[in-house]
């Protein structure tokens, strides 16, 4: 099995892969490595957003609670996708369930030490803002898709 640095790993990945060497050096030490087994959550809704994961391998369920009913999965993400998008946003809260569907490796990035590397470093933000927003307008579209297709017929 290859080992990659943190750095590596932020390198290869297309939100980052357009960041200078500074800025990885910056972003790589907010990272560490984790691992989920099936079954385990991520975060739960509510949850304070405290981190961000990419993922490296295995699955992971997006739910939401739904009244007098099971959780609804409005999203499924794989190796290469991000969880964990409450960390941008003020109050900085988990608006979803994420559950590992499978055994999960991923890269978490702390969000107050990436918080407080685009408060010291503003063009870091606004780099993150241009880079970040594509991601999470790609989602956010899909999980409308998804609900669509779930309640449409209804």
Same mark, same amino acid.
């Given at each position: 099995?290859? =080992?990659?640095?943190?750095?590596? =790993?932020?390198?290869?990945?297309? $939100?980052?892969?357009?960041?200078?060497?500074?800025? +990885?050096? +910056?972003?790589?030490?907010?990272?560490? =490595?984790e691992?989920?087994?099936?079954?385990?959550?991520?975060?739960?809704?509510?949850?304070?957003?405290?981190? $961000?994961?990419?993922?490296?391998?295995?699955?992971?369920?997006?739910?939401i609670?739904?009244?007098?009913?099971?959780?609804?999965?409005?999203?499924?993400?794989?190796?290469?996708? =991000?969880?964990?998008?409450?960390?941008?946003?003020?109050?900085?809260?988990? @608006?979803?369930?994420?559950?590992?569907?499978?055994?999960? @490796?991923? $890269?978490?990035?702390?969000?107050?030490?990436?918080?407080?590397?685009?408060?010291?470093?503003?063009? +870091?933000?606004?780099?993150?803002?241009?880079t970040?927003?594509?991601? *999470?307008?790609?989602?956010?579209?899909?999980?409308? *898709?998804?609900?669509?297709?779930?309640?449409?017929?209804?």
């Amino acid at each position: 099995m290859e =080992i990659h640095s943190i750095k590596d =790993i932020l390198t290869d990945h297309p $939100v980052f892969r357009d960041f200078d060497e500074e800025t +990885l050096d +910056l972003l790589s030490g907010c990272g560490r =490595i984790e691992h989920f087994r099936k079954g385990e959550f991520l975060y739960r809704e509510g949850d304070e957003a405290d981190k $961000v994961w990419i993922i490296r391998k295995g699955d992971v369920a997006i739910e939401i609670a739904a009244p007098g009913r099971s959780p609804i999965v409005v999203d499924s993400l794989h190796a290469g996708d =991000i969880a964990g998008w409450g960390w941008m946003v003020p109050p900085y809260r988990s @608006s979803a369930d994420a559950q590992a569907v499978t055994d999960v @490796s991923a $890269v978490s990035l702390d969000a107050n030490c990436m918080r407080g590397k685009c408060d010291e470093h503003p063009a +870091l933000g606004y780099q993150m803002f241009k880079t970040w927003l594509p991601h *999470l307008t790609k989602r956010v579209r899909a999980q409308r *898709l998804q609900l669509l297709d779930l309640y449409g017929a209804n």
